[in-house]
T-cell receptor, first 112, second 114 residues
Framework: DTGVSQDPRHKITKRGQNVTFRCDPISEHNRLYWYRQTLGQGPEFLTYFQNEAQLEKSRLLSDRFSAERPKGSFSTLEIQRTEQGDSAMYLC??????????FGPGTRLLVL | AQSVTQPDIHITVSEGASLELRCNYSYGATPYLFWYVQSPGQGLQLLLKYFSGDTLVQGIKGFEAEFKRSQSSFNLRKPSVHWSDAAEYFCAVGTTSGTYKYIFGTGTRLKVLA
């Protein structure tokens, strides 16, 4: 399967703990995006990488959130000191150009 | 501000019936428009996209959509719905102001009656 993969698919954590999610994009795609989707809503943009450079961060991405894409390959999204409001589906997408994005299966986070 | 509106939160149709899901957008230039489908607990699968040219676009699974600039709409249609089409459908616009990214509507949940 050469699609976008995300790990883990599900994560349950206690409030205050740190969590890290991983995204492996389609190998030839140099653009990578993170979105957050809460229940009953469409996905909302969080951040964007072109190769290893993080070029934009949404205001939704508080100081507790950090994302990296070392060497322009996989990406990680870390949430520190999780809060119940962080419970959501975190979606990763990759793109070869400024047009179509291809999404992974998502990581569903539940903060207790 | 750019936005996407999907007026119908839920739609129920009988299997074999036709389907139309509505999408309206607000965007200054000619937008890039997309429809994605999301099954429960899954990511988003691209159904079809419109960039330019023919305003009627064909997608996978028998779906089509029509871009109407005068109505700022990009409605999704299918002539005969199958039970496996039950899912949530998202319309999105690709915004080229600043970083290229998607703005999504809130989605329409489709239920199919046997």
């Amino acid at each position: 399967d050469t699609g976008v993969s995300q790990d883990p698919r599900h994560k349950i954590t206690k409030r205050g703990q740190n969590v890290t999610f991983r995204c492996d994009p389609i190998s030839e795609h140099n653009r990578l995006y993170w979105y957050r989707q809460t229940l009953g809503q469409g996905p909302e943009f969080l951040t964007y990488f072109q190769n290893e450079a993080q070029l934009e961060k949404s205001r939704l991405l508080s100081d507790r959130f950090s994302a990296e894409r070392p060497k322009g390959s996989f990406s990680t999204l870390e949430i520190q000191r999780t809060e119940q409001g962080d419970s959501a589906m975190y979606l990763c997408a990759s793109s070869p150009d400024q047009e179509t994005q291809y999404f992974g299966p998502g990581t569903r986070l539940l903060v207790l | 501000a750019q936005s996407v509106t999907q007026p119908d939160i839920h739609i129920t149709v009988s299997e074999g019936a036709s389907l139309e899901l509505r999408c309206n957008y607000s965007y200054g230039a000619t937008p890039y428009l997309f429809w994605y489908v999301q099954s429960p607990g899954q990511g988003l699968q691209l159904l079809l996209k419109y960039f330019s040219g023919d305003t009627l676009v064909q997608g996978i699974k028998g779906f089509e959509a029509e871009f109407k600039r005068s109505q700022s709409s990009f409605n999704l249609r299918k002539p005969s719905v199958h039970w496996s089409d039950a899912a949530e459908y998202f319309c999105a616009v690709g915004t080229t102001s600043g970083t290229y990214k998607y703005i999504f509507g809130t989605g329409t949940r489709l239920k199919v009656l046997a």
